[in-house]
């Protein structure tokens, strides 16, 4: 299952952007009790986690964006969240929303911070 990212873009350091993913029809019916996660890949660098998101609303991060990064979820519209504030160059990337543990992959959204 391919789950698609937006809300990308250019931001300054230091701004604010925020990141949906809305899951595919086939598997609303089953998205409740998955755990969802955002992942990125800056250029040059594997893939990482960057946040996860429980069933139970359990949250976990990426050192390096704890405090700054929020997921959510919205169980009725199917939808994960990344608020990203504070944002610094060291976050340009291509994120992506996917389970935890991942599935197949989406498009990515690029966010590109600009110092």
């Known amino acids: 299952v391919q789950l698609q990212a937006s809300g990308g873009g250019v931001v300054q350091a230091g701004g604010s952007l925020r990141l949906s993913c809305a899951a595919p029809?086939?598997?609303?019916?089953?998205?409740?009790?998955?755990?969802m996660a955002w992942y990125r890949q800056a250029p040059g660098k594997q893939r990482e986690l960057v946040a996860a998101?429980?069933?139970?609303?359990?949250?976990n991060y990426a050192d390096s964006v704890k405090g700054r990064f929020t997921i959510s979820r919205d169980n009725s519209r199917k939808k994960v969240y990344l608020q990203m504030n504070s944002v610094e160059p060291e976050d340009t990337a291509v994120y992506y929303c996917?389970?935890?543990?991942?599935?197949?992959w989406g498009q990515g959204t690029l966010v590109t911070v600009s110092s």
């Open positions: 996917n389970t935890n543990p991942p599935g197949q």
């Open positions: 029809r086939s598997i609303t019916s089953v998205f409740n009790p998955l755990t």
């Open positions: 998101i429980t069933s139970a609303r359990t949250t």
